[in-house]
């Protein structure tokens, strides 16, 4: 006991936070995917809600933060916010060492490079960290979600439960 008690005084007490920003209108599995990947990496993740200015959204900002806290209910190391504003200084408010991305192939390629150019002008001292979308993944969108869901289509492979009620409650009240 002793011998645990000198190694864990040998390490840094500092916990590593990933700021992981996004609209999540609504959540999906790949973005579950994302996050519970980063917890194998970080110690703790902060989802950041995007206050959408130019984007229209299908569930209020409240809604989808309170889809995505039941999401991850049972998971203490994940913390969901919401921000306006400049996404570095969410970052920043989060404790945050890096921000969370995910990739889904050559299309997400371009514009994230954008982004993260522009991020490490603005905050040099944030790292970005990509992760490659699981297989299973790969075609999941919000968009596509919200589109296959309009139209009656079954998402339930591709959202958690929560998620697929939250919408099909949305689509039959608009019937
Ligand atoms: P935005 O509103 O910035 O287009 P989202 O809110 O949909 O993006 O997603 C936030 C982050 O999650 C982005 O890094 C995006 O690439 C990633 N992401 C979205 N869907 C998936 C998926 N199916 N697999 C992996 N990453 C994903």
């Known amino acids: 006991m002793k011998e645990m008690a000198e190694i864990d005084q040998s390490r840094p007490a ?28 970080f110690d703790r993740v902060v989802i950041g809600l995007l206050r959408n200015i130019s984007k229209t959204s299908l569930f209020e900002l409240e809604e989808r933060a309170a889809l ?3 999401v991850f209910a049972d998971q203490p190391r994940v913390e969901v916010r919401t921000f306006g ?11 945050a060492v890096a921000v969370l991305r995910g990739l889904r192939g050559v299309a997400d390629f371009d514009y994230e490079l954008q ?7 603005l905050a040099p001292e944030l790292e970005t960290v990509y992760l490659m979308t699981e297989r299973e993944n790969f075609h ?3 968009k596509l979600v919200r ?3 309009m ?3 079954d998402v339930s492979t591709v959202v958690p439960p929560v998620v697929a009620e939250a919408l099909a409650r949305r689509f039959a009240a608009s019937k």
């Open 151 to 153: 139209f009656g289509g």
């Open 147 to 149: 589109e296959v869901a």
């Open 68 to 70: 995505t806290r039941a």
């Open 85 to 95: 504003g400049l996404m570095v200084d969410a970052a920043r408010d989060a404790g």
């Open 14 to 41: 500092t916990v590593r936070t990933a700021f992981y920003p996004g609209s999540f209108d609504p959540i999906t599995n790949g973005h579950v995917g994302i996050v519970t990947r980063g917890l194998r990496v």
């Open 115 to 121: 982004l993260s150019t522009m991020n490490t002008r």
């Open 140 to 142: 999941v969108s919000s």
